[in-house]
């Protein structure tokens, strides 16, 4: 199995506008820049700056989520997320105006996130302790996961495509559930690329949970992602 690397793990001292004197290498066509943060590596950096770099939306989001450590995460993950498009654009980080593309499912403003006027497509997930960051010059979704309890495995499968919930069933219960991340960040990172994410029905893809890689999608290149023990990640890349 092939897992595409990670730039190295964003560090405190990145997440100023001094740090990138030249912007970041772009992406190569059909090939995606990946940055990986550690939120309990940038919290201390990362507080103070989100006050003045997320906009009201996202303060309003981050604050909305019960949980400290996600409120936590949604803050690094977005501080990053600004300052990564900053460095990209040429633009301070709170001058990035984010929004939402209409769904192609139902036209309502959730589909992938975008910087109007610009042709760099990107993508942000988190997890607990990590987010995981995809930067492309097509549509991009991105997605990590914690290895998920038993109990949720066997809660999901039926959702899944028939050969998805198959292969789970065939699969050693030790193993089932570094099986089923490998298969929902693949999923979940294919149906953020397209902008519908959950919003599309999880049977209608096969994107497979074998360890030696996804099942082939026309007109996508989905790669398992390193992130190490204890995570599966995926990118998915639209084709040229």
């Known amino acids: 199995m092939c897992l595409l690397p990670v730039r190295p793990v964003l560090r405190p001292e990145q997440l100023t506008p001094a740090a990138w004197a030249r912007p970041p290498e772009p992406p190569r066509p059909g090939r995606p820049r990946l940055w990986l943060a550690r939120a309990e590596d940038l919290l201390g950096t990362v507080t103070p700056l989100a006050g003045t770099l997320l906009d009201s939306r996202e303060r309003a989001r981050a604050a909305a989520l019960h949980r400290v450590p996600d409120q936590d995460g949604y803050r690094v993950a977005h501080v990053c997320l600004r300052m990564l498009l900053g460095a990209y654009l040429g633009l301070q980080p709170s001058d990035v105006t984010l929004v939402r593309q209409s769904c192609p499912v139902c036209r309502a403003p959730h589909g992938r996130p975008d910087v109007p006027g610009v042709p760099l497509c990107f993508s942000v997930s988190r997890t607990d302790g990590f987010c995981l960051l995809a930067f492309a010059d097509t549509a991009v979704g991105a997605d990590i996961e914690r290895l998920p309890a038993s109990d949720v495995v066997s809660g999901l499968t039926a959702t899944l495509h028939p050969r998805e919930a198959a292969e789970l069933a065939a ?70």
């Open 171 to 240: 699969c050693p219960p030790d193993r089932r559930p570094a099986a089923f991340a490998r298969l929902w960040t693949r999923k979940e990172a294919y149906l953020k690329g397209l902008g519908t994410g959950l919003g599309r029905d999880l049977r209608l893809d096969h994107l497979g949970s074998s360890a030696r890689g996804p099942c082939r999608v026309p007109g996508w290149s989905i790669d398992d992602v390193a992130v190490g023990r204890g995570c599966a990640a995926a990118v998915a890349v639209a084709a040229q």
